[in-house]
C-alpha cells in the first residue's frame, strides 16, 4: 500500500491539482538532496497508511525554479500541507515526520468527515 507521488512538470499542473484534491501534500526536493529523496518514500507511506485520501506532489526545484520561486522556497527539503487551497503547515530543513503527521491530523480528519 502506498500512495502515488505526482511529478509536477509545469506551474499549471500545480494549480491543477491544488483546486481539483481538497487534500495535498507538497514535498519540494532536488535529485541531489539526500535527506529529499529519503523523506520521499517515508512520507508516502506515511500517507498511505493515515491520510489515504489524501494527494502527493513532488516539485524537483532544480528543474522547476519558477514553481519553487513561486511558492517561496528557496532551501531544501520544504513540506507545505494544503487543503482547499490554503496551506496549513510548512516543513523547511529540519522536521520530523511526526511534525509531518501532526499538522495533517485535524485538517485532515475535518476534510473526511465532509
Keep these: 500500500m502506498h500512495t502515488d507521488i505526482i511529478e509536477m512538470d509545469s506551474p499549471e499542473m500545480l494549480e491543477s491539482m491544488l483546486t481539483e484534491h481538497a487534500a495535498v501534500l507538497l514535498l519540494f526536493g532536488a535529485p541531489n538532496c539526500g ?64 511534525d509531518i503527521r501532526g499538522a495533517l491530523a485535524r485538517p485532515y480528519a475535518l476534510t473526511v468527515a465532509e
Design 35 to 98: 535527506v529529499c529523496q529519503t523523506l520521499k518514500p517515508r512520507i508516502a507511506e506515511m500517507l498511505a497508511q493515515a491520510f489515504p485520501q489524501m494527494r502527493m506532489a513532488y516539485i524537483d526545484c532544480q528543474a522547476q525554479g519558477e514553481i519553487a520561486a513561486s511558492r517561496n522556497v528557496f532551501a531544501l527539503p520544504v513540506v507545505e500541507c494544503v487543503f482547499y487551497g490554503k496551506t496549513f503547515g510548512r516543513f523547511s530543513k529540519v522536521f520530523s515526520l511526526a
